[in-house]
């Protein structure tokens, strides 16, 4: 019965960064798998980078369009992560959703848009 809210999306043109927040709305304990997704209209919606956190090694992965320009992050007492996007191009022009998973929990937001234009 979790809500997770997103924010931080805008439109900014290339070059400039921005920090994508998504926030739950129910107190948790852990977050198992935190996640970013986004999808530009007429396409599928794309992995964009994750953090698996409750298995036996912390892994962080991205997706390579996004690799050394997008930091991700959790905070799990705030119940929260987020996506620092930096040198943003047209192509990251997209609907981005967060994807949280725990114990007891899973959700997905209704999505922030970004929107990248000169």
């Known amino acids: 019965q979790i809500e997770l809210v997103e924010s931080g999306g805008g439109t900014v043109q290339p070059g400039e960064s921005l920090t994508l927040s998504c926030a739950a709305s129910?107190?948790?304990?852990?977050?198992?798998?935190a996640g970013w997704y986004r999808q530009a209209p007429g396409k599928a919606r794309e992995l964009v980078a994750e953090?698996?956190?409750?298995?036996?090694?912390?892994?962080?992965n991205y997706a390579d369009f996004v690799k050394g320009r997008f930091t991700i992050s959790q905070d799990d007492a705030k119940r929260s992560i987020y996506l620092r996007m930096n040198n943003l191009l047209p192509e990251d022009t997209a609907r981005y959703y967060c994807?949280?998973?725990?114990?007891?929990?899973?959700?997905w937001g209704r999505g922030t848009q970004v929107t990248v234009s000169s």
């Open positions: 953090i698996i956190s409750c298995t036996s090694n912390r892994a962080t």
């Open positions: 994807d949280l998973q725990g114990p007891g929990f899973a959700g």
């Open positions: 129910l107190n948790i304990d852990r977050i198992c798998l």
